[in-house]
Protein backbone atom coordinates (compact mmCIF):
# COMPACT_ATOMS: atom_id res chain seq x y z
CA UNK A 1 0.00 0.00 0.00
CA UNK A 2 1.28 3.33 -1.03
CA UNK A 3 1.64 5.92 1.84
CA UNK A 4 1.87 9.37 2.13
CA UNK A 5 4.81 10.54 3.69
CA UNK A 6 5.09 14.07 4.88
CA UNK A 7 4.03 14.83 8.60
CA UNK A 8 4.04 17.45 10.62
CA UNK A 9 4.51 17.59 14.40
CA UNK A 10 3.32 20.87 16.74
CA UNK A 11 3.98 21.20 20.25
CA UNK A 12 5.48 24.20 22.35
CA UNK A 13 7.25 21.52 24.41
CA UNK A 14 10.23 20.81 22.24
CA UNK A 15 11.82 18.00 24.08
CA UNK A 16 8.15 16.09 24.09
CA UNK A 17 8.82 17.26 19.88
CA UNK A 18 12.10 15.56 19.97
CA UNK A 19 11.04 12.44 21.38
CA UNK A 20 7.98 12.06 19.37
CA UNK A 21 10.04 12.75 15.99
CA UNK A 22 13.08 10.19 16.98
CA UNK A 23 10.35 7.60 17.79
CA UNK A 24 7.90 8.01 14.71
CA UNK A 25 11.10 8.12 12.68
CA UNK A 26 12.03 4.81 14.08
CA UNK A 27 8.66 3.30 14.05
CA UNK A 28 7.53 4.42 10.55
CA UNK A 29 10.85 5.23 8.88
CA UNK A 30 8.93 6.06 5.26
CA UNK A 31 7.00 9.02 6.70
CA UNK A 32 9.30 12.52 6.41
CA UNK A 33 8.72 14.70 9.83
CA UNK A 34 8.88 18.52 10.32
CA UNK A 35 8.45 19.65 13.95
CA UNK A 36 6.72 23.28 14.93
CA UNK A 37 6.93 24.47 18.27
CA UNK A 38 5.26 27.79 17.75
CA UNK A 39 1.45 27.70 17.12
CA UNK A 40 1.51 31.08 14.94
CA UNK A 41 3.47 29.42 12.51
CA UNK A 42 1.09 26.63 11.67
CA UNK A 43 -0.48 28.04 8.76
CA UNK A 44 2.13 28.87 7.20
CA UNK A 45 3.84 25.66 7.19
CA UNK A 46 0.95 24.01 5.84
CA UNK A 47 1.01 26.92 3.07
CA UNK A 48 4.46 25.78 2.01
CA UNK A 49 4.14 22.36 2.42
CA UNK A 50 1.47 19.52 1.35
CA UNK A 51 1.44 17.79 4.51
CA UNK A 52 -0.50 14.39 4.63
CA UNK A 53 -0.90 14.59 8.85
CA UNK A 54 -0.75 17.04 11.58
CA UNK A 55 -0.07 15.58 14.97
CA UNK A 56 -1.54 18.66 17.35
CA UNK A 57 -1.07 19.71 21.08
CA UNK A 58 -4.16 20.93 22.08
CA UNK A 59 -2.95 23.25 24.99
CA UNK A 60 -0.34 25.72 23.38
CA UNK A 61 0.00 29.71 23.96
CA UNK A 62 -1.04 32.52 21.04
CA UNK A 63 -3.74 29.55 19.33
CA UNK A 64 -5.10 26.15 20.80
CA UNK A 65 -5.52 22.93 18.67
CA UNK A 66 -8.79 23.07 18.85
CA UNK A 67 -8.92 26.51 16.36
CA UNK A 68 -5.66 24.82 14.54
CA UNK A 69 -8.19 21.99 13.99
CA UNK A 70 -11.09 24.31 12.94
CA UNK A 71 -8.93 26.68 10.46
CA UNK A 72 -6.81 23.38 9.38
CA UNK A 73 -10.18 21.02 8.37
CA UNK A 74 -11.23 24.42 6.29
CA UNK A 75 -8.46 25.08 4.38
CA UNK A 76 -6.59 21.98 4.16
CA UNK A 77 -9.52 19.35 3.81
CA UNK A 78 -7.44 16.61 2.04
CA UNK A 79 -4.85 16.48 5.55
CA UNK A 80 -5.72 14.85 7.88
CA UNK A 81 -5.27 15.72 12.10
CA UNK A 82 -4.30 13.93 15.24
CA UNK A 83 -4.86 15.68 18.29
CA UNK A 84 -2.17 14.95 21.20
CA UNK A 85 -3.50 15.72 24.60
CA UNK A 86 -2.62 15.15 28.14
CA UNK A 87 -4.87 13.26 30.38
CA UNK A 88 -6.84 15.82 31.65
CA UNK A 89 -8.24 16.58 28.13
CA UNK A 90 -9.46 14.31 26.90
CA UNK A 91 -13.56 15.43 26.81
CA UNK A 92 -11.71 18.23 24.17
CA UNK A 93 -10.07 15.69 22.34
CA UNK A 94 -13.04 13.74 21.72
CA UNK A 95 -14.65 16.83 21.24
CA UNK A 96 -12.14 17.20 18.39
CA UNK A 97 -13.11 14.18 16.53
CA UNK A 98 -16.55 15.09 16.08
CA UNK A 99 -14.83 18.34 14.46
CA UNK A 100 -12.78 16.10 12.41
CA UNK A 101 -9.62 15.07 13.75
CA UNK A 102 -8.73 11.71 12.59
CA UNK A 103 -8.01 10.06 16.01
CA UNK A 104 -6.25 11.30 19.39
CA UNK A 105 -3.68 10.12 21.22
CA UNK A 106 -3.05 10.37 25.29
CA UNK A 107 0.11 11.48 25.87
CA UNK A 108 1.01 8.58 28.13
CA UNK A 109 -0.13 6.20 25.64
CA UNK A 110 1.98 3.37 24.23
CA UNK A 111 4.04 5.10 21.23
CA UNK A 112 3.52 1.82 19.20
CA UNK A 113 0.01 2.47 19.48
CA UNK A 114 0.70 5.70 18.38
CA UNK A 115 3.23 4.71 15.33
CA UNK A 116 0.43 2.67 14.23
CA UNK A 117 -2.40 5.17 13.96
CA UNK A 118 -0.36 7.45 11.98
CA UNK A 119 0.89 4.45 9.30
CA UNK A 120 -3.12 3.67 9.11
CA UNK A 121 -4.01 8.03 8.51
CA UNK A 122 -0.75 7.98 5.60
CA UNK A 123 -2.03 5.35 4.20
CA UNK A 124 -5.74 6.65 4.46
CA UNK A 125 -4.48 10.09 2.81
CA UNK A 126 -2.13 7.97 0.38
CA UNK A 127 -5.43 6.04 -1.14
CA UNK A 128 -6.96 9.27 -1.03
CA UNK A 129 -4.76 10.78 -3.12
CA UNK A 130 -3.80 8.00 -5.60
CA UNK A 131 -8.00 7.51 -6.48
CA UNK A 132 -8.29 11.26 -6.30
CA UNK A 133 -5.25 10.97 -9.62
CA UNK A 134 -6.55 8.23 -11.64
CA UNK A 135 -10.23 10.26 -11.39
CA UNK A 136 -8.70 13.31 -12.73
CA UNK A 137 -6.80 11.31 -15.20
CA UNK A 138 -9.69 9.51 -16.15
CA UNK A 139 -12.01 12.05 -16.30
CA UNK A 140 -9.39 14.18 -18.87
CA UNK A 141 -10.53 12.76 -21.91
CA UNK A 142 -7.23 13.39 -23.60
CA UNK A 143 -4.18 11.34 -22.99
CA UNK A 144 -1.16 12.91 -21.92
CA UNK A 145 0.85 10.33 -23.71
CA UNK A 146 -1.21 9.20 -26.77
CA UNK A 147 3.00 7.34 -27.97
CA UNK A 148 2.20 4.73 -25.17
CA UNK A 149 -0.65 3.29 -27.29
CA UNK A 150 1.22 3.48 -30.99
CA UNK A 151 0.67 -0.57 -31.72
CA UNK A 152 -2.90 -0.79 -30.61
CA UNK A 153 -5.09 0.67 -33.52
CA UNK A 154 -8.86 1.83 -32.91
CA UNK A 155 -11.84 4.49 -33.34
CA UNK A 156 -14.07 2.13 -31.29
CA UNK A 157 -14.86 4.29 -27.99
CA UNK A 158 -15.17 1.40 -25.61
CA UNK A 159 -11.64 0.49 -26.31
CA UNK A 160 -10.21 4.45 -26.40
CA UNK A 161 -11.86 4.51 -22.97
CA UNK A 162 -9.81 1.74 -21.68
CA UNK A 163 -6.85 3.55 -22.99
CA UNK A 164 -7.54 6.58 -20.95
CA UNK A 165 -8.46 4.09 -17.97
CA UNK A 166 -5.25 2.22 -18.19
CA UNK A 167 -3.22 5.75 -18.11
CA UNK A 168 -5.29 6.95 -15.35
CA UNK A 169 -4.25 3.62 -13.55
CA UNK A 170 -0.23 3.06 -14.66
CA UNK A 171 1.24 4.66 -11.50
CA UNK A 172 -0.69 3.32 -9.50
CA UNK A 173 0.83 0.84 -6.93
CA UNK A 174 -2.05 -1.98 -7.54
CA UNK A 175 -2.17 -4.30 -9.70
CA UNK A 176 -3.90 -4.03 -12.82
CA UNK A 177 -5.73 -7.28 -14.49
CA UNK A 178 -6.54 -7.55 -18.40
CA UNK A 179 -9.19 -9.97 -19.55
CA UNK A 180 -10.76 -10.51 -23.17
CA UNK A 181 -10.27 -13.39 -25.59
CA UNK A 182 -7.32 -14.65 -27.29
CA UNK A 183 -6.19 -12.39 -29.79
CA UNK A 184 -8.23 -9.39 -28.23
CA UNK A 185 -5.01 -7.25 -27.54
CA UNK A 186 -3.92 -7.86 -24.09
CA UNK A 187 -0.21 -8.33 -24.89
CA UNK A 188 -0.15 -4.72 -26.05
CA UNK A 189 -2.13 -3.72 -23.45
CA UNK A 190 0.56 -4.58 -21.38
CA UNK A 191 3.28 -3.43 -23.05
CA UNK A 192 1.31 -0.27 -23.45
CA UNK A 193 0.91 0.44 -19.03
CA UNK A 194 4.94 -0.55 -19.58
CA UNK A 195 6.24 2.37 -22.31
CA UNK A 196 3.17 4.61 -19.59
CA UNK A 197 4.99 3.98 -16.09
CA UNK A 198 8.61 2.59 -17.24
CA UNK A 199 9.97 2.48 -20.41
CA UNK A 200 13.57 2.68 -19.36
CA UNK A 201 13.29 -0.55 -16.80
CA UNK A 202 12.28 -4.10 -18.13
CA UNK A 203 9.37 -5.78 -19.45
CA UNK A 204 9.16 -9.27 -18.47
CA UNK A 205 6.39 -11.45 -20.29
CA UNK A 206 5.57 -15.15 -18.29
CA UNK A 207 3.10 -17.53 -19.68
CA UNK A 208 1.49 -19.35 -17.16
CA UNK A 209 -0.26 -21.66 -19.10
CA UNK A 210 0.42 -25.17 -17.89
CA UNK A 211 2.84 -24.35 -15.84
CA UNK A 212 4.16 -26.59 -12.46
CA UNK A 213 4.52 -25.07 -9.40
CA UNK A 214 8.59 -25.84 -9.32
CA UNK A 215 8.98 -24.19 -13.40
CA UNK A 216 7.00 -20.91 -11.58
CA UNK A 217 9.04 -20.66 -8.85
CA UNK A 218 12.18 -20.80 -10.28
CA UNK A 219 11.01 -18.71 -13.18
CA UNK A 220 9.67 -16.08 -10.92
CA UNK A 221 11.84 -16.13 -7.28
CA UNK A 222 15.02 -17.62 -8.59
CA UNK A 223 17.43 -19.82 -6.79
CA UNK A 224 20.11 -19.27 -4.72
CA UNK A 225 22.44 -21.68 -3.91
CA UNK A 226 25.99 -22.08 -2.24
CA UNK A 227 27.22 -24.33 -5.26
CA UNK A 228 29.23 -22.33 -8.07
CA UNK A 229 27.04 -21.73 -11.36
CA UNK A 230 24.13 -23.28 -9.69
CA UNK A 231 22.35 -19.56 -8.67
CA UNK A 232 19.56 -18.93 -11.16
CA UNK A 233 18.41 -15.15 -11.12
CA UNK A 234 14.22 -14.77 -10.70
CA UNK A 235 12.23 -12.60 -13.01
CA UNK A 236 11.15 -11.07 -10.38
CA UNK A 237 15.42 -9.95 -9.87
CA UNK A 238 15.89 -9.56 -13.32
CA UNK A 239 12.76 -6.87 -13.99
CA UNK A 240 13.67 -4.54 -10.97
CA UNK A 241 11.72 -1.65 -11.01
CA UNK A 242 10.34 -2.43 -14.52
CA UNK A 243 6.62 -4.26 -15.21
CA UNK A 244 6.21 -8.05 -14.77
CA UNK A 245 3.28 -9.19 -17.11
CA UNK A 246 2.02 -12.18 -15.74
CA UNK A 247 0.28 -14.01 -18.63
CA UNK A 248 -2.47 -16.52 -18.38
CA UNK A 249 -3.24 -15.93 -14.79
CA UNK A 250 -6.00 -18.56 -14.32
CA UNK A 251 -3.49 -21.59 -15.16
CA UNK A 252 -1.29 -20.42 -12.02
CA UNK A 253 -1.40 -23.69 -9.90
CA UNK A 254 -3.26 -22.91 -6.35
CA UNK A 255 -0.21 -23.32 -4.18
CA UNK A 256 1.03 -20.67 -6.36
CA UNK A 257 -1.09 -18.56 -6.37
CA UNK A 258 -0.79 -18.26 -2.49
CA UNK A 259 2.55 -17.01 -2.78
CA UNK A 260 1.68 -14.49 -5.26
CA UNK A 261 -0.70 -13.15 -2.84
CA UNK A 262 2.36 -12.90 -0.54
CA UNK A 263 4.27 -11.16 -3.21
CA UNK A 264 1.32 -8.32 -3.60
CA UNK A 265 0.81 -7.87 0.00
CA UNK A 266 3.88 -8.16 1.52
CA UNK A 267 6.28 -6.55 -1.59
CA UNK A 268 8.48 -9.10 -0.84
CA UNK A 269 9.90 -12.87 -1.63
CA UNK A 270 12.29 -15.35 -0.78
CA UNK A 271 13.73 -16.70 -3.68
CA UNK A 272 14.29 -20.68 -3.50
CA UNK A 273 16.91 -21.79 -1.15
CA UNK A 274 17.24 -18.72 0.80
CA UNK A 275 15.83 -17.70 4.30
CA UNK A 276 16.47 -13.80 3.55
CA UNK A 277 13.40 -11.63 2.08
CA UNK A 278 14.01 -9.25 -1.32
CA UNK A 279 11.96 -6.16 -1.90
CA UNK A 280 9.39 -6.67 -4.78
CA UNK A 281 10.20 -3.02 -6.51
CA UNK A 282 8.58 -3.86 -10.17
CA UNK A 283 4.45 -2.91 -11.20
CA UNK A 284 2.30 -6.30 -11.82
CA UNK A 285 -0.07 -6.59 -14.83
CA UNK A 286 -2.11 -10.26 -14.88
CA UNK A 287 -3.89 -11.09 -18.26
CA UNK A 288 -7.04 -14.14 -18.54
CA UNK A 289 -9.36 -15.49 -21.02
CA UNK A 290 -11.32 -16.92 -18.34
CA UNK A 291 -14.09 -15.59 -15.73
CA UNK A 292 -11.94 -15.58 -12.75
CA UNK A 293 -14.68 -14.97 -10.74
CA UNK A 294 -16.80 -18.35 -12.15
CA UNK A 295 -13.52 -20.06 -11.52
CA UNK A 296 -13.00 -19.17 -7.77
CA UNK A 297 -16.52 -19.97 -6.88
CA UNK A 298 -15.26 -23.29 -8.42
CA UNK A 299 -12.60 -23.69 -5.62
CA UNK A 300 -9.79 -23.26 -8.79
CA UNK A 301 -8.70 -20.11 -8.35
CA UNK A 302 -7.96 -18.29 -4.87
CA UNK A 303 -10.32 -15.47 -3.84
CA UNK A 304 -7.91 -13.60 -1.92
CA UNK A 305 -5.85 -13.42 -5.35
CA UNK A 306 -8.57 -12.06 -7.32
CA UNK A 307 -9.51 -9.52 -5.28
CA UNK A 308 -5.88 -8.21 -5.24
CA UNK A 309 -5.65 -8.56 -8.95
CA UNK A 310 -8.75 -7.06 -9.70
CA UNK A 311 -7.72 -3.56 -8.57
CA UNK A 312 -7.88 -2.15 -11.75
CA UNK A 313 -9.61 -3.89 -14.71
CA UNK A 314 -9.36 -3.60 -18.19
CA UNK A 315 -11.82 -5.66 -20.40
CA UNK A 316 -10.71 -6.22 -24.16
CA UNK A 317 -13.87 -6.40 -26.47
CA UNK A 318 -13.51 -9.30 -28.86
CA UNK A 319 -13.10 -8.11 -32.60
CA UNK A 320 -16.68 -9.08 -33.73
CA UNK A 321 -17.93 -5.97 -31.06
CA UNK A 322 -15.21 -3.82 -32.95
CA UNK A 323 -16.58 -3.94 -36.65
CA UNK A 324 -15.91 -0.29 -37.17
CA UNK A 325 -12.03 -1.33 -36.64
CA UNK A 326 -11.40 -4.19 -39.62
CA UNK A 327 -10.99 -1.94 -42.22
CA UNK A 328 -8.10 -0.20 -39.92
CA UNK A 329 -6.40 -3.09 -39.43
CA UNK A 330 -6.64 -4.68 -42.72
CA UNK A 331 -4.21 -1.54 -43.65
CA UNK A 332 -2.44 -2.00 -40.69
CA UNK A 333 -1.30 -6.08 -41.21
CA UNK A 334 -1.56 -5.43 -45.09
CA UNK A 335 1.63 -2.86 -44.56
CA UNK A 336 3.14 -4.90 -41.98
CA UNK A 337 2.91 -8.43 -43.95
CA UNK A 338 4.35 -6.34 -46.92
CA UNK A 339 7.20 -4.95 -44.99
CA UNK A 340 7.87 -8.00 -43.47
CA UNK A 341 7.55 -10.02 -46.68
CA UNK A 342 9.59 -6.71 -48.57
CA UNK A 343 6.86 -6.77 -51.15
CA UNK A 344 4.91 -3.87 -52.40
CA UNK A 345 1.88 -3.65 -50.46
CA UNK A 346 -1.55 -4.21 -52.31
CA UNK A 347 -5.02 -2.48 -51.83
CA UNK A 348 -7.43 -3.38 -49.46
CA UNK A 349 -10.51 -3.76 -51.85
CA UNK A 350 -13.13 -1.50 -51.08
CA UNK A 351 -15.95 -3.59 -50.11
CA UNK A 352 -13.86 -6.37 -47.93
CA UNK A 353 -14.56 -4.84 -44.38
CA UNK A 354 -18.49 -4.71 -46.08
CA UNK A 355 -17.92 -8.63 -46.63
CA UNK A 356 -16.43 -9.32 -43.40
CA UNK A 357 -19.31 -7.67 -41.13
CA UNK A 358 -20.86 -10.55 -40.66
CA UNK A 359 -18.01 -12.94 -39.68
CA UNK A 360 -17.54 -14.02 -36.09
CA UNK A 361 -13.47 -13.71 -36.15
CA UNK A 362 -13.57 -16.83 -33.57
CA UNK A 363 -9.66 -16.25 -33.16
CA UNK A 364 -10.14 -12.25 -33.11
CA UNK A 365 -7.10 -10.15 -34.24
CA UNK A 366 -4.46 -13.73 -34.29
CA UNK A 367 -7.06 -14.55 -37.04
CA UNK A 368 -7.43 -11.41 -38.70
CA UNK A 369 -3.65 -10.97 -38.90
CA UNK A 370 -3.17 -14.66 -40.45
CA UNK A 371 -5.80 -13.78 -43.01
CA UNK A 372 -4.04 -10.54 -44.24
CA UNK A 373 -0.82 -11.86 -44.18
CA UNK A 374 -1.74 -15.52 -45.88
CA UNK A 375 -3.41 -12.86 -48.66
CA UNK A 376 -0.62 -10.53 -49.30
CA UNK A 377 1.26 -13.91 -49.57
CA UNK A 378 -0.55 -14.57 -52.61
CA UNK A 379 -1.60 -11.37 -54.02
CA UNK A 380 0.52 -10.03 -57.44
CA UNK A 381 1.34 -6.70 -55.47
CA UNK A 382 -1.73 -4.47 -56.56
CA UNK A 383 -5.05 -5.56 -55.44
CA UNK A 384 -5.17 -7.88 -52.12
CA UNK A 385 -6.58 -11.48 -53.23
CA UNK A 386 -9.60 -12.11 -51.18
CA UNK A 387 -9.41 -15.89 -50.93
CA UNK A 388 -8.16 -16.19 -47.33
CA UNK A 389 -11.16 -14.58 -46.21
CA UNK A 390 -13.82 -16.70 -47.97
CA UNK A 391 -11.87 -19.49 -46.98
CA UNK A 392 -11.89 -19.18 -43.66
CA UNK A 393 -16.04 -17.72 -43.83
CA UNK A 394 -17.02 -20.71 -45.94
CA UNK A 395 -14.91 -23.03 -43.49
CA UNK A 396 -16.55 -21.57 -40.46
CA UNK A 397 -20.35 -21.98 -42.27
CA UNK A 398 -19.74 -25.41 -43.31
CA UNK A 399 -18.19 -26.81 -39.83
CA UNK A 400 -21.37 -24.83 -37.99
CA UNK A 401 -23.19 -26.57 -40.41
CA UNK A 402 -24.72 -30.05 -38.85
CA UNK A 403 -25.14 -31.60 -42.08
CA UNK A 404 -21.39 -30.73 -42.67
CA UNK A 405 -20.41 -30.88 -46.53
CA UNK A 406 -23.27 -33.60 -47.49
CA UNK A 407 -25.34 -32.25 -50.82
CA UNK A 408 -28.87 -32.55 -50.11
CA UNK A 409 -30.92 -33.05 -53.67
CA UNK A 410 -34.33 -32.27 -53.81
CA UNK A 411 -36.99 -35.30 -54.75
CA UNK A 412 -36.77 -34.24 -58.26
CA UNK A 413 -32.90 -34.12 -59.26
CA UNK A 414 -32.27 -30.39 -60.72
CA UNK A 415 -30.71 -31.14 -64.59
CA UNK A 416 -27.21 -30.50 -65.19
CA UNK A 417 -27.90 -27.00 -66.28
CA UNK A 418 -29.22 -25.77 -63.65
CA UNK A 419 -26.65 -27.54 -60.73
CA UNK A 420 -24.08 -25.92 -62.74
CA UNK A 421 -25.84 -22.30 -62.91
CA UNK A 422 -26.25 -23.11 -59.12
CA UNK A 423 -22.42 -23.74 -58.23
CA UNK A 424 -21.27 -20.78 -60.45
CA UNK A 425 -23.66 -17.92 -58.13
CA UNK A 426 -23.04 -19.82 -55.02
CA UNK A 427 -19.03 -19.49 -56.07
CA UNK A 428 -19.77 -16.10 -57.04
CA UNK A 429 -21.21 -15.13 -54.32
CA UNK A 430 -19.14 -16.77 -51.85
CA UNK A 431 -16.26 -14.62 -53.42
CA UNK A 432 -17.71 -10.99 -53.39
CA UNK A 433 -18.17 -11.66 -57.50
CA UNK A 434 -14.39 -12.40 -57.52
CA UNK A 435 -14.11 -14.24 -61.09
CA UNK A 436 -10.44 -15.71 -60.15
CA UNK A 437 -11.43 -16.96 -56.54
CA UNK A 438 -14.56 -18.30 -57.62
CA UNK A 439 -12.66 -20.19 -60.43
CA UNK A 440 -10.11 -21.28 -58.08
CA UNK A 441 -13.15 -22.51 -55.74
CA UNK A 442 -14.75 -24.53 -59.07
CA UNK A 443 -11.71 -25.98 -60.53
CA UNK A 444 -11.92 -23.95 -63.67
CA UNK A 445 -10.04 -21.39 -64.95
CA UNK A 446 -10.80 -17.87 -64.99
CA UNK A 447 -11.38 -17.56 -68.58
CA UNK A 448 -13.94 -20.52 -68.36
CA UNK A 449 -15.84 -19.34 -65.74
CA UNK A 450 -16.12 -15.65 -67.47
CA UNK A 451 -17.52 -18.19 -70.50
CA UNK A 452 -19.91 -19.68 -68.78
CA UNK A 453 -21.07 -16.09 -67.12
CA UNK A 454 -21.58 -14.52 -70.50
CA UNK A 455 -22.77 -17.07 -72.31
CA UNK A 456 -25.96 -17.33 -69.69
CA UNK A 457 -25.92 -13.54 -69.94
N1 LIG B 1 -5.70 -2.70 -31.72
C1 LIG B 1 -4.69 -3.30 -32.35
N2 LIG B 1 -4.12 -2.72 -33.42
C2 LIG B 1 -3.14 -3.33 -34.10
N3 LIG B 1 -2.68 -4.54 -33.80
C3 LIG B 1 -3.19 -5.16 -32.75
C4 LIG B 1 -4.21 -4.57 -31.95
N4 LIG B 1 -4.53 -5.41 -30.95
C5 LIG B 1 -3.74 -6.48 -31.12
N5 LIG B 1 -2.95 -6.35 -32.19
C6 LIG B 1 -2.04 -7.35 -32.76
O1 LIG B 1 -2.81 -8.55 -32.83
C7 LIG B 1 -2.09 -9.68 -32.37
C8 LIG B 1 -2.77 -10.28 -31.14
O2 LIG B 1 -2.70 -9.34 -30.06
P1 LIG B 1 -2.22 -9.78 -28.59
O3 LIG B 1 -1.13 -10.81 -28.68
O4 LIG B 1 -1.92 -8.54 -27.84
O5 LIG B 1 -3.55 -10.45 -28.07
P2 LIG B 1 -3.77 -11.29 -26.71
O6 LIG B 1 -5.13 -10.96 -26.23
O7 LIG B 1 -2.64 -11.05 -25.78
O8 LIG B 1 -3.72 -12.78 -27.26
P3 LIG B 1 -3.46 -14.14 -26.40
O9 LIG B 1 -4.56 -14.24 -25.40
O10 LIG B 1 -3.52 -15.21 -27.44
O11 LIG B 1 -2.10 -13.98 -25.78
C9 LIG B 1 -0.69 -9.16 -32.09
O12 LIG B 1 0.07 -9.37 -33.25
C10 LIG B 1 -0.88 -7.68 -31.83
O13 LIG B 1 0.26 -6.95 -32.18
Redesign the pocket.
Known amino acids: MKLARNILLVDDEASWLRTLSVTLNRLVPEAVIDTCVDSRQVMSRLEGTDYALVLLDLTMPFHSGEDLLEQIRLEYPNTRVIIVTGVNEVETAVRCIKHGAYNYFIKTDDVAELALTVRRALEVVGLERNYHKIKESFLSKTLTQPSAFN ?4 CEPALLDQFRYLEAVAFSPEPILIY ?1 E ?7 FAKSCHQLCCPDAPFININLAGISESAFELQVFGRLSQEPGQSQAGALHQVGKGLLYL ?1 EIADLPLSCQAKLVDILQQKQYYPMGSDRPYPVNCRIIA ?1 T ?1 QDLLALSQEGKFRRDLLYRLRAHKIH ?1 PPLRQRKL ?1 ISM ?1 IN ?1 FIAQAAEEMNSTPPHQPSDLATQLQDYDFPGN ?2 EL ?1 GMVFDAVSRSDGVQLTISPFMEAINALKSSNSPKGNRIIFPQTLPTLADMSQALIDEAMSRTANNQTAAAQMLGISQSALSRRITKKE
Open positions: NILTGSGTGKDENSQLDLHLHK
